[in-house]
């Protein structure tokens, strides 16, 4: 019954790695979002999809490419990892067109470590 | 523009002790204020919320009341316990459309025993 499921919850991996972080939600949201949290636990939104397509893209390096390939997805893949991109990522989502009565859904994060 | 101004942290209480965390917004119009918990290791979970002036926010034991005259939106607890040990956030949403839940920095809270 998991709303905003992420996956995988940890990962380890090498400077100059290619890697995937992939997300699925099954409330029916029109939009979706990746968010960076760094050491400080500051959140940066980074990417969000509204029924496919790319509607904002926050300045970060182009090494990380959100793809959607449906209103339900949207993954994030990471090219040439650096250390600089350890920290914890977020998925979220929300429902939009209506009151701002809701806040976003988020997954629990995937915890990237760059060795 | 929109944004929202959280109380520094760290913040750390004895078991039982008030907690209050500031939250200050600045929007244009009437936003929804919110406050999010991040407990250790795990995601954002919405903790409670209010989309009108005056309304008051509950869950957990955990209060806030959004304040347009002031614009601010104070989470309290009038006795915290070691389990409420975690990062708050308060958030504002303005509008409808996407892309417009605007986050504070977060405050990091530990309860001792």
């Known amino acids: 019954d998991t709303a905003v499921s992420q996956t995988p919850k940890y990962l380890v991996t090498q400077m100059g790695n290619d890697k995937s972080i992939k997300c699925e939600q099954n409330l029916g949201h029109d939009t979706m979002y990746w968010y960076k949290q760094d050491s400080k636990k500051f959140l940066k939104i980074m990417f969000s999809?509204?029924?496919?397509?790319?509607?904002i893209n926050e300045t970060v390096p182009n090494r990380f490419s959100p793809k959607s390939p449906d209103k339900a997805h949207l993954n994030l893949h990471i090219n040439s990892l650096e250390l600089g991109d350890s920290a914890v990522y977020f998925c979220?989502?929300?429902?939009?067109?209506?009151?701002?009565?809701?806040?976003?859904?988020f997954g629990s994060g995937t915890r990237l470590t760059v060795v | 523009g929109n944004s929202v101004t959280q109380m520094e942290g760290p913040v750390t209480l004895s078991e039982e002790a008030f907690l209050t965390i500031n939250c200050t917004y600045t929007a244009t119009g009437y936003p929804s204020l919110f406050w999010y918990v991040q407990y250790p290791g795990e995601g954002l979970q919405l903790l409670l919320k209010?989309?009108?002036?005056?309304d008051k926010g509950s869950n957990k034991g955990f209060e806030a009341t959004y304040r347009k005259e002031t614009t601010s939106f104070h989470l309290e607890k009038g006795s915290v316990q070691v389990s409420d040990s975690a990062v708050y956030f308060c958030?504002?949403?303005?509008?409808?459309?996407?892309?417009?839940?605007?986050f504070g920095t977060g405050t990091r809270l530990t309860v001792i025993p």
């Open positions: 999809y509204n029924n496919k397509e790319l509607i």
């Open positions: 958030a504002l949403r303005r509008g409808t459309g996407a892309n417009n839940l605007f």
């Open positions: 209010a989309t009108k002036a005056d």
């Open positions: 979220a989502s929300s429902q939009d067109g209506g009151p701002a009565n809701y806040g976003y859904t």
